[in-house]
């Protein structure tokens, strides 16, 4: 699936929103106090993560990688949550994984327990300066088989610098050719806008993760991405699709997560990953200690959620 993206997003997501804002009206006029559920009716997330996944093949070479781009111009949706531990699952199945921060902000490169502002060189030098290779900047992580290329505030500047350079929505993918070769998958952490550098990472990328927070808000932002993406597709990069949506911060318990996330499936159908992130205070406290969770709290359900979101990455 999802070599080409979804034709009825747009319409389907503006619908939803509708539905959603005439069933928020009716619950207020029926007087019901409780948004919360029990289990009765049954968890549409629930039903989903029920289907098999394959069992990842073990390989005996690696390379060359299939780009993943995780993008949402909305920021706190998971983007750099699912980041990385999408790529320590990866590595448990035997995948080697780059991860590339591409958000100035670098949440990710902390997230791991590095610290951005100490570092001299990062993906920015390589943007800008040809001399420097991604051989130069790249960091291994505490996750054997991942490695990660770091970012910092100086990245910023590059959107401004880069809009003078001749094919400068290229300029990360002519970056990351070198590296293919050495690895399974490369994910990069996309900062939240449709500036010139998300563009920069869609024209690298062969498939868009969509982390998408169950949250009557978050879907208004989706046709536009999605727009985004089939112009990119058009234009830059012809073989960017749609990886799939990642429905995150998941709360079962209450009708408004439910709804939101029937919605997700009723518009975007298999384009939506099976595999749902529940929300969890486990997740804020992975990026104080700096490591994924799929090694902070193993058996946790949020390590075994995106070891099941690896399982899914590597059947599509
Ligand atoms: P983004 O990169 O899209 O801005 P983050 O991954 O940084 O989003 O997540 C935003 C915040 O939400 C972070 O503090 C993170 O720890 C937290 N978070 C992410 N996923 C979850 C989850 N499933 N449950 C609870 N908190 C989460
Ligand atoms: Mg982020």
């Not at 006029?29 to 073990?58: F, H």
């Not at 998971?78 to 780059?98: C, D, H, M, P, W």
């Amino acid at each position: 699936m999802g070599k080409s993206t979804t034709g009825k997003g747009e319409d389907s997501t503006l619908l939803a929103v509708d539905d959603m804002r005439a069933a928020a009206r009716r619950s207020r006029q029926n007087g019901d106090e409780e948004p919360r559920l029990g289990g009765r009716q049954a968890d549409p997330a629930a039903l989903r993560a029920a289907r098999p996944i394959p069992e990842p093949q073990p390989l005996t070479t690696h390379g060359p990688a299939r780009v993943l781009a995780l993008c949402n111009q909305k920021g706190g949706v998971g983007k750099t949550t699912s980041t990385i531990n999408l790529g320590a699952a990866l590595t448990e199945y035997g995948r080697r994984v780059l991860l590339v921060d591409f958000d100035p902000q670098g949440a990710l490169s902390v997230g791991l327990g590095v610290q951005p502002h100490q570092l001299d060189r990062t993906i920015y030098d390589v943007l800008m300066e040809s001399a420097v290779t991604l051989d130069d900047v790249l960091l291994k992580t505490n996750v054997p088989g991942m490695d990660l290329v770091p970012s910092n505030i100086d990245l910023s500047a590059a959107e401004v610098q880069l809009v003078n350079e001749v094919a400068r929505e290229q300029t990360l993918a002519r970056a990351l050719t070198p590296a293919l070769p050495d690895y399974d998958l490369v994910l990069i952490d996309c900062q939240p806008s449709l500036g010139l550098l998300t563009v920069n990472a869609l024209t690298a990328a062969d498939g868009v993760v969509i982390p998408l927070e169950c949250e009557f808000f978050s879907l208004r932002g989706v046709a536009l991405l999605i727009d985004t993406i089939e112009k990119i597709r058009e234009r830059l990069n012809p073989r960017l699709h749609i990886e799939g949506i990642l429905a995150t911060m998941y709360d079962s318990r209450t009708v408004h997560g439910r709804e939101v996330f029937a919605r997700v499936v009723e518009a975007f159908d298999d384009t939506v990953f099976d595999t749902v992130i529940t929300r969890t205070v486990r997740f804020p406290e992975t990026t104080v200690a700096g490591e994924p969770i799929t090694t902070w709290a193993p058996s946790s359900s949020g390590a075994q959620q995106y070891r099941a979101l690896a399982k899914e990455v590597l059947a599509r």
